[in-house]
């Protein structure tokens, strides 16, 4: 397997490290400060899509508006992108939250309910 197959997958590390250093000074829009950060890039490896999802902590509403902001900022950022990565071409970005930690935390805590609820074993 050659390196270039696994080309969208460095490009999509090198975009998510470089939108949290923007996200930690450069862009300054209110709705992204606290704990917004860019948790994963999905690149497609035709190079021509990226998903970017990004992590909120806070209300459904801070998450939905950080995610507007993003899209807001998508200009900005892509601009940013093509200078410092200098990329033939950058992939179209589209934001996402990432829910995934949400989705553990409610597995954990259904697993916590179920074992309170679970009666211990009778010993013989």
């Known amino acids: 397997m050659s390196s270039t197959n696994h080309r969208h997958e460095r490009v999509g590390e090198e975009i998510a490290h470089e939108i949290n250093a923007m996200l930690a000074g450069e862009l300054k829009d209110p709705r992204l400060e606290g ?14 899509h990226a998903r ?30 093509m ?12 934001f996402a939250l990432d829910l995934s930690e949400e989705r553990v935390e409610r597995i954990e805590q259904l697993l916590r309910e179920v074992k309170k609820d679970k009666p211990s074993p009778k010993r013989k």
């Open 83 to 94: 200078e410092r990565l200098q990329l033939r071409r950058l992939p179209e970005l589209h």
């Open 35 to 48: 704990s917004v950060i860019a948790s994963e890039v999905r690149v497609q490896p035709d190079m021509k």
């Open 52 to 81: 970017v999802f990004i992590s909120v902590k806070g209300t459904s509403e801070e998450q939905n508006d950080a995610i507007k902001a993003l899209e807001h900022a998508a200009g900005f950022i892509r601009h940013e992108l």
